[in-house]
């Protein structure tokens, strides 16, 4: 009998602890895998419906949940950095960052997102940094584009990512590219689209689309854009009723005296700006500052993340938890924001001060929020055409990508908190 009962005894002993403590996954420079630890978070709030802290400021951002053997294996099998704490060592660390002179701070993670990534059907010669993302992490998504935007289906979802765009409908400029594949098939795509919704021009379909994205983050949506899905949608939302777009793109002339009519009144980010008609200037106004007005390189070319104050700025707090605070630069069809043509009351949150340009903005409108990244691919410093997609195998720990995995999990938070 005693035989039976000594092994019992240690397997108990081995299990009880479990229901008294607390799984922490850190964040800092001691996590293995950065990205994936978002998606462990995720799959706890979609799976168990267990309320996750999200520890602001503390150890990088760290998040703490209640253990158990299942969350425990699944850190084994995603390769994820954990620490079993007790109750007691858990309560310190909430008194820790609830202490009002220490700039941290905990927010429930309550409800996974429903998350839409705006992509075309028609195949892309380029990858999609958010896509990526979702996908090593482990984070469900579902695809939409012009028809599903059309159709009403937004308010079904609570995120939205506008893939690699260009709303003003000139095909992103690429008309020396005309010859090949894809443009064929995209520019087809768009003008099928376009005249089943009564539409004569894709830059008609396209503002219905970025007029539509607009009422989601009215009512409460979240929006999260990147590289030319940026400034194309302010411009777009600017230039309602104007005709911005030279003949290789739509068979007519442009106004030429567009800029003089620009209602700024529309824009969620960007003032003051001035288009480029030329339709061979892969660039579609001045808001972008350029690889040649930069003048800075690759080894060089670095920017600052803003530090908020997490009790009283929750979610640019939130935007900008990090491992780093020096964020390695990349560029992309829109590569940085010119601080000049920000809005005042847009939240920068994070800059080359030298270059006096934003990298990452935010701002509120409506209801809802909306986050601006500027750049393609935080991991390939000039993506071309046509280039392999990243592996991000190799970058477990990009700083620059868990930017993009911050925004997927603000919409989780605790609605209360974030109104403080």
């Not at 949940?65 to 994820?80: G, L, Y």
């Not at 690759?298 to 993340?305: A, I, R, T």
């Amino acid at each position: 009998m005693k035989y039976f009962i000594l092994p019992l005894i240690i397997f108990l002993g081995i299990l009880n602890p479990l229901k008294a403590n607390q799984l922490l996954i850190p964040m800092d420079d001691n996590q293995t895998d950065h990205l994936k630890s978002y998606g462990l978070v995720y799959w706890i709030l979609s799976k168990y419906e267990t309320e996750v802290d999200w520890l602001l400021n503390y150890r990088g951002g760290s998040f703490m949940a209640p253990v158990s053997q299942a969350f425990i294996n699944e850190c084994v099998i995603r390769n994820i950095s954990y620490e079993i704490i007790s109750d007691a060592e858990s309560a310190q660390i909430l008194t820790i960052v609830k202490n009002p002179d220490a700039n941290m701070d905990a927010v429930k993670l309550q409800k996974p997102p429903k998350i839409a990534v705006y992509s075309p059907k028609s195949t892309q010669p380029w990858d999609d940094a958010v896509t990526m993302a979702l996908t090593y992490a482990e984070i469900k998504y579902d695809k939409v584009f012009d028809e599903e935007v059309m159709e009403g289906k937004l308010p079904e979802y609570d995120w939205l990512h506008l893939h690699h765009e260009d709303f003003t409908g000139q095909f992103g400029k690429f008309i020396r590219m005309r010859g090949q594949g894809w443009y064929q098939e995209q520019k087809k795509e768009a003008e099928a689209i376009a005249s089943k919704y009564g539409f004569s021009k894709v830059s008609q379909l396209k503002l219905g689309v970025v007029k539509k994205i607009q009422e989601f983050v009215l009512g409460g949506g979240y929006m999260f854009a990147m590289c030319n899905a940026t400034d194309t949608y302010d411009i777009a939302l600017a230039a309602q009723g104007l005709d911005v777009i030279e003949s290789p793109y739509d068979g007519d002339g442009a106004d030429m005296n567009a800029d003089s009519k620009l209602d700024f009144s529309q824009t969620f980010a960007f003032k003051d700006f001035s288009l480029i008609y030329d339709p061979y200037v892969v660039e579609f106004s001045d808001i972008d500052h350029t690889h040649q007005e930069r003048g800075v390189t690759q080894n060089y070319d670095y920017f600052n993340l803003f530090e908020f104050s997490a009790k009283w700025d929750p979610i640019p707090t939130m935007l900008t938890q990090n491992h780093k605070n020096l964020i390695k630069g990349f560029m992309g069809q829109t590569t940085a924001y010119k601080k000049r043509l920000i809005k005042p009351e847009v939240i920068i949150l994070a800059e080359n001060r030298e270059l006096e340009e934003a990298r990452y903005i935010h701002g509120t409108k409506g209801k809802g929020f909306w986050t601006f990244y500027g750049g393609h691919d935080p991991e390939d410093y000039q993506h071309y055409v046509g280039e392999e997609p990243t592996d991000l195998n190799l970058h477990p720990n990009s700083a620059g990508y868990r930017l993009i995995l911050n925004n997927v999990l603000f919409p989780a938070a605790k609605k209360k908190k974030l109104k403080t």
